[in-house]
């Protein structure tokens, strides 16, 4: 079975200063790891994907995850954030060898950035 | 904007109903997969369907029922409402390729009440 762990339920950071949003995951196999972004009333979008090479992945928006295969995490970050950053964030897996393509998700982390 | 449609946006109904829940995918999408949001349980998927076949499922009720028509269009079919079934329903579809992504609509929220 592959599980997500998001750890925080909300991160506060202020404008300009760096942003990480945690998660950790587990899978039996190799895998793939997704992070989505959803903002009020709206679908989620996605916003970067590791599927295998270089561990850190570069995405929409300005944000970019490491990889950590020891850790098993797959963190969230950017660099200078933006108040228009906050919203809810999914970290989703899937193990590859899943004929099925069945993403789990964690339960999500709000961020707000303060102005 | 995804390219993945549902409707309708909203949906207010009555305890015991039954409703329908639309979804196009994008286009050259073959999989849907719908997905239950709701305030205490998080993001559940409920069911996948590839080219119209079932592919996998998840923590779907047996008062819900889905299907995958020949256009690729997907309906989600829940019936005998409860209180608890209020929530945010999204679909997603994904091009065919293991690594690709899921691409998600803007979901359709049902109020039961």
């Known amino acids: 079975a592959q599980s997500v762990a998001q750890p925080e339920d909300q991160v506060n950071v202020a404008e300009g200063n760096p942003l990480t949003v945690k998660c950790t995951y587990s899978?039996?196999?190799?895998?793939?790891l997704f992070w989505y972004v959803q903002y009020p009333n709206r679908g989620l979008q996605f916003l970067l994907k590791?599927?295998?090479?270089?561990?850190l992945v570069k995405g929409s928006y300005g944000f970019e995850a490491e990889f950590n295969k020891s850790q098993t995490s797959f963190h969230l970050k950017k660099p200078s954030a933006l108040v228009s950053d906050s919203a809810l964030y999914f970290c989703?897996?899937?193990?590859?060898?899943?004929?099925?393509?069945?993403?789990?998700f964690g339960g999500g982390t709000r961020l707000m950035v303060k102005p | 904007d995804s390219g993945v449609t549902q409707t309708p946006k909203h949906l207010i109904t009555a305890t015991g109903q039954r409703v329908t829940l639309r979804c196009s995918p994008r286009?050259?999408?073959?999989?849907v997969y719908w997905y239950q949001q709701s305030l205490d349980q998080g993001l559940q998927f409920l069911i996948q369907?590839?080219?119209?076949?079932?592919?996998a499922k998840g923590n779907i009720l047996e008062r819900f029922s889905a299907q995958q028509f020949p256009d690729l269009h997907s309906e989600l079919n829940l019936s005998s409402l409860e209180l608890g079934d209020s929530a945010l329903y999204f679909c997603?579809?994904?091009?065919?390729?293991?690594?690709?992504?899921?691409?998600f609509g803007p979901g359709t929220r049902l109020t039961v009440l």
């Open positions: 997603a579809s994904r091009y065919p390729g293991t690594s690709n992504e899921q691409f």
């Open positions: 899978v039996s196999g190799n895998p793939y």
């Open positions: 590791y599927i295998t090479g270089d561990n």
């Open positions: 989703a897996v899937r193990d590859s060898t899943d004929a099925g393509n069945m993403l789990t």
């Open positions: 286009s050259g999408d073959l999989s």
């Open positions: 369907y590839y080219n119209g076949e079932e592919r």
